[in-house]
């Protein structure tokens, strides 16, 4: 069995941080996280940074399989192709309940196409349609789309393809790569007030502390998974849908230097696969896939469903249900004792099949067919959640007899799928952009020189993959004009590089000091290990904060007494231990999770409705007639923000701007 990974021995016998050296580097542009989003920062900001410039990327992972495309994809979830933007805008704004930064988005709209055809071109296999296989997008090769805005794609490699060119960019301009170091935390200037200076991390491979300093800092590291129970136990626990690496450090490390937060109320809670987490998508829009209750009815398609879509008007009466409430119609089949839900998998292939032998295929052919259909069906899963695969295989599932079950998850945070949560940042600097929306640099956070994107940007959900890259090269090209234009700002720190080293260190020296008196080193009166954290952390959000054991339902009351417990968890991640380095990730992971869990909560408190049924409930708010959502008091965003001084917390109500006409 192999041995822990823990600091060097020296160290553990006697904690001497003087052992521990600290690397003092500074550059113009520093990216955090090495995700989608962070290469799209790299691939571009050489291109528009001053010459000479020193720019570093920084992952707390290795590049080429870091964050959520980490296993791959099977889709690319946003390709604007032939319709016009001002749609996408109007799909975003109405599968997001109506509160969305409509600036962002069509900005982002107007650049997606042009990452999926870099990604083409450096060699992702997007699929065609019959006769323009081999013929790129940009010679007017056409996808095959399985909705409106998404195209297949054999996308087993896609991180792996996408990290490349990312890398050979850093590489051409000299720039630099630091894999496996963990941004603890960020830091803010020592005269300038507002502006960015810096940052702390380790790494996760030996005993080294790094301070950085900068003159303009992107955070793109993911959302924030594993911050309410699963539903899967035990060993199983390390199953997420969502990455389980991505512990809401973007929204922490932001909000601690006082970046303006937006919509923290929402969440994402997907309806998946159950126990494999397989992604519905492609089922849905590919495969034309229906649910079915436990009766075998499509409770979607009935006069009970359509009725409960009417008490949320004007949103539950489009044509494509948002997907807060496709899981709400779910939840109450489950609720109402008609569970569980099926994805009808036998009907929807044997259908095609069916289609096809109407049309006279012949036998031969239908077997050849049918080949193609189960590949399909099976690589769905291979090129992005093995693990949904591999439960197929060992349940011996096979889809094309039996449905699977699917169930919604536990919630996630993240900005960049159908949820909505994030940084309150500028939008583009044009005559169109309302000036509340727009102060100089695009996606730059409220912090002077602090740039994010991805599912670091809040209220504009819908990026996916392929968004998150071109928000990422989007923000690039500002943090370059941001650097021109303060060309002589020097960043000063305001913490020794020895005090800042104590302070990441401190769970390696409480560790230290007091493994040695209990016989389990799990269980210390002076300390708590980030699992037994992670438990507690679970246990409140899960049942005070509206987790899927009660179904997503919470209210004041039960969110006053969540707040008391996260004040104690705050109060005792002071005394969290870590015997190695990797323990030590997970340490400050937790006190990530912690802070971006405590901000969620804060909001979900402040928006006195059920805005996002499905994705969560106030049972004192709840909706029970077409009159009851409160579209005067609270189609407005939500905002907050930690003043780092202080150390005290604003939550408050920001205006909507409509942009985009219905
Ligand atoms: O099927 C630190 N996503 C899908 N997008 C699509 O386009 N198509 C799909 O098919 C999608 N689906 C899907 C998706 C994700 C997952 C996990 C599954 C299925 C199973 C969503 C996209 O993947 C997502 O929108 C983007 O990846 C978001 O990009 P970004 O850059 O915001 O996050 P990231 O890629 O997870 O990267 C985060 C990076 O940060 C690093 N990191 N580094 C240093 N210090 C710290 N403290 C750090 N914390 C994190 C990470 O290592 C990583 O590099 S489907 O469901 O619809
Ligand atoms: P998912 O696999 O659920 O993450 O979804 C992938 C893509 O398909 C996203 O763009 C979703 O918005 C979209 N999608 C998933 N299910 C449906 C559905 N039932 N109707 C319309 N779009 C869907």
Same mark, same amino acid.
């Not at 990974?5 to 003092?24: F, G, I, R, T, Y």
């Not at 920084?58 to 979830?77: F, H, M, P, T």
């Not at 904060?545 to 039960?558: A, C, D, E, H, R």
């Not at 190695?580 to 979900?604: F, N, Q, S």
């Given at each position: 069995?192999?041995?822990?990974?823990?600091?060097?021995?020296?160290?553990?016998?006697?904690?001497?941080?003087?052992?521990? #050296?600290?690397?003092?580097?500074?550059?113009?542009?520093?990216?955090?996280?090495?995700?989608?989003?962070?290469?799209?920062?790299?691939?571009?900001?050489?291109?528009?940074?001053?010459?000479?410039?020193?720019?570093?990327?920084?992952?707390k992972?290795?590049?080429?399989?870091?964050?959520?495309?980490?296993?791959?994809?099977?889709?690319?979830?946003?390709?604007?192709?032939?319709?016009?933007?001002?749609?996408?805008?109007?799909m975003?704004?109405?599968?997001?309940?109506?509160?969305?930064?409509?600036?962002?988005?069509?900005?982002?709209?107007?650049?997606?196409?042009?990452?999926?055809?870099?990604?083409?071109?450096?060699?992702?296999?997007?699929?065609?349609?019959?006769?323009?296989?081999?013929?790129?997008?940009?010679?007017?090769?056409?996808?095959?789309?399985?909705?409106?805005? =998404?195209?297949?794609?054999?996308?087993?490699?896609?991180?792996?393809?996408?990290?490349?060119?990312?890398?050979?960019?850093?590489? %051409?301009?000299?720039?630099?790569?630091?894999?496996?170091?963990?941004?603890?935390?960020?830091?803010?200037d020592?005269?300038?007030?507002?502006? !960015?200076a810096?940052?702390?991390?380790?790494?996760?491979?030996?005993?080294?502390?790094?301070?950085?300093?900068?003159?303009?800092?992107?955070?793109?590291?993911?959302?924030?998974?594993?911050?309410?129970?699963?539903?899967?136990?035990?060993?199983?626990?390390?199953?997420?849908?969502y990455?389980?690496?991505?512990?809401?450090s973007?929204?922490?490390?932001?909000?601690?230097?006082?970046?303006?937060?937006?919509?923290?109320?929402?969440?994402?809670?997907?309806? &998946?696969?159950?126990?494999g987490?397989?992604?519905?998508?492609?089922?849905?829009?590919?495969?034309?896939?229906?649910?079915?209750?436990?009766?075998?009815?499509?409770?979607?398609?009935?006069d009970?469903?359509?009725?409960?879509?009417?008490?949320? *008007?004007?949103?539950? =009466?489009?044509?494509?249900?948002?997907?807060?409430?496709?899981?709400?119609? !779910?939840?109450?089949?489950?609720?109402?004792?008609?569970?569980?839900?099926?994805?009808?998998?036998?009907?929807?292939?044997?259908?095609?099949?069916?289609?096809?032998?109407?049309?006279?295929?012949?036998?031969?052919?239908?077997?050849?067919?049918?080949?193609?259909?189960?590949?399909?069906?099976?690589?769905?899963?291979?090129?992005?959640?093995?693990?949904?695969?591999?439960?197929?295989?060992?349940?011996?599932?096979?889809?094309?007899?039996?449905?699977?079950?699917?169930?919604?998850?536990? #919630?996630?945070?993240?900005?960049?799928?159908?949820?909505?949560?994030?940084?309150?940042?500028?939008? #583009?600097? %044009?005559?169109?952009? *309302?000036?509340d929306?727009?102060?100089?640099?695009?996606?730059?956070?409220t912090?002077?020189?602090?740039?994010?994107?991805?599912?670091?940007?809040?209220?504009?959900?819908?990026?996916?993959?392929?968004?998150?890259?071109?928000?990422g090269?989007?923000?690039?090209?500002?943090?370059?004009?941001?650097?021109?234009?303060?060309?002589?700002?020097?960043?000063?720190?305001?913490?020794?590089?020895?005090?800042?080293?104590?302070?990441?260190?401190?769970?390696?020296?409480?560790?230290?000091?007091?493994?040695?008196?209990?016989?389990?080193?799990?269980?210390?009166?002076n300390?708590?290990? *980030? &699992?037994?954290?992670?438990?507690?952390?679970?246990?409140?959000?899960?049942?005070?904060?509206?987790?899927?054991?009660?179904?997503?339902?919470?209210?004041?009351?039960?969110?006053? !007494?969540?707040?008391?417990?996260?004040?104690?968890?705050?109060?005792?991640?002071?005394?969290?231990?870590?015997?190695?380095?990797?323990?030590?990730?997970?340490?400050?992971?937790?006190?990530?999770? !912690?802070?971006?869990?405590?901000?969620?909560?804060?909001?979900? =408190?402040?928006?006195?409705?059920?805005?996002? #049924?499905?994705?969560?409930?106030?049972?004192?708010f709840?909706?029970?007639?077409?009159?009851?959502?409160?579209?005067?008091?609270?189609?407005?965003?939500?905002?907050?923000?930690?003043?780092?001084?202080?150390?005290?917390?604003?939550?408050?109500?920001?205006?909507?701007?409509?942009?985009?006409?219905?």
């Amino acid at each position: 069995m192999a041995l822990r990974n823990k600091p060097s021995w020296e160290l553990l016998a006697e904690p001497d941080l003087s052992k521990v #050296p600290v690397e003092e580097l500074e550059y113009d542009a520093l990216i955090v996280g090495g995700g989608m989003a962070a290469c799209g920062t790299a691939f571009e900001i050489g291109k528009w940074m001053p010459a000479g410039s020193k720019v570093c990327l920084v992952d707390k992972a290795c590049l080429e399989r870091s964050g959520a495309v980490a296993q791959g994809l099977s889709a690319i979830n946003t390709y604007i192709g032939e319709n016009p933007v001002a749609n996408y805008v109007r799909m975003v704004r109405g599968d997001l309940m109506g509160v969305v930064r409509e600036d962002l988005i069509f900005d982002l709209g107007r650049f997606v196409d042009d990452s999926v055809h870099l990604f083409e071109e450096w060699g992702l296999p997007i699929w065609k349609k019959k006769g323009d296989e081999g013929k790129p997008l940009t010679e007017g090769g056409q996808p095959v789309r399985t909705g409106k805005w =998404q195209i297949m794609i054999n996308g087993e490699s896609y991180k792996c393809i996408v990290a490349e060119a990312a890398k050979n960019a850093l590489d %051409e301009m000299g720039y630099d790569l630091h894999e496996r170091v963990f941004i603890v935390k960020l830091l803010l200037d020592a005269n300038k007030p507002n502006t !960015i200076a810096g940052a702390v991390g380790f790494s996760a491979r030996e005993n080294k502390v790094c301070v950085y300093k900068c003159k303009t800092m992107m955070v793109a590291a993911g959302g924030a998974v594993n911050i309410f129970r699963p539903r899967t136990t035990d060993e199983g626990k390390g199953r997420a849908w969502y990455p389980i690496w991505n512990a809401g450090s973007t929204y922490t490390m932001c909000m601690q230097v006082g970046a303006e937060m937006t919509m923290m109320e929402n969440r994402f809670t997907p309806s &998946r696969f159950k126990d494999g987490y397989g992604p519905v998508g492609a089922w849905f829009l590919l495969f034309k896939a229906t649910l079915a209750n436990s009766e075998g009815v499509n409770f979607a398609a009935t006069d009970r469903a359509k009725e409960e879509l009417a008490k949320y *008007p004007p949103y539950g =009466q489009q044509p494509v249900t948002p997907t807060c409430l496709r899981n709400h119609l !779910i939840l109450i089949e489950c609720k109402e004792g008609r569970g569980p839900v099926f994805m009808d998998t036998a009907a929807a292939l044997n259908k095609f099949l069916d289609d096809k032998r109407a049309e006279g295929m012949n036998e031969k052919d239908l077997k050849k067919y049918w080949k193609e259909l189960e590949s399909e069906a099976w690589e769905d899963f291979l090129d992005m959640s093995v693990g949904q695969a591999g439960l197929w295989a060992s349940m011996n599932v096979e889809p094309e007899k039996v449905g699977s079950e699917i169930m919604p998850t536990e #919630p996630y945070m993240l900005g960049s799928h159908s949820g909505c949560c994030g940084i309150w940042v500028s939008g #583009p600097n %044009e005559d169109w952009v *309302p000036d509340d929306y727009k102060w100089g640099y695009n996606r730059m956070t409220t912090v002077n020189g602090l740039f994010s994107s991805g599912d670091g940007v809040g209220a504009s959900g819908h990026k996916f993959s392929s968004g998150s890259h071109a928000e990422g090269r989007m923000a690039a090209k500002a943090m370059a004009k941001y650097v021109m234009d303060n060309a002589d700002f020097a960043p000063a720190l305001k913490q020794s590089a020895d005090e800042l080293k104590a302070e990441v260190y401190k769970p390696v020296v409480t560790y230290n000091e007091h493994h040695m008196w209990t016989t389990d080193d799990m269980i210390n009166p002076n300390y708590i290990r *980030p &699992r037994h954290m992670m438990e507690r952390l679970m246990k409140y959000t899960d049942e005070y904060g509206g987790g899927w054991s009660p179904y997503y339902m919470t209210n004041g009351k039960l969110l006053e !007494i969540a707040m008391t417990h996260l004040r104690l968890l705050t109060e005792d991640s002071e005394k969290m231990a870590a015997s190695g380095l990797h323990e030590l990730i997970r340490a400050w992971e937790m006190v990530h999770r !912690i802070w971006c869990v405590e901000d969620h909560l804060r909001h979900i =408190q402040f928006r006195e409705e059920s805005r996002y #049924p499905g994705f969560y409930y106030r049972g004192d708010f709840n909706v029970t007639s077409d009159t009851d959502m409160d579209e005067g008091g609270w189609k407005c965003f939500v905002n907050s923000k930690y003043d780092p001084e202080t150390g005290e917390w604003s939550t408050f109500k920001k205006k909507l701007h409509k942009i985009i006409p219905d």
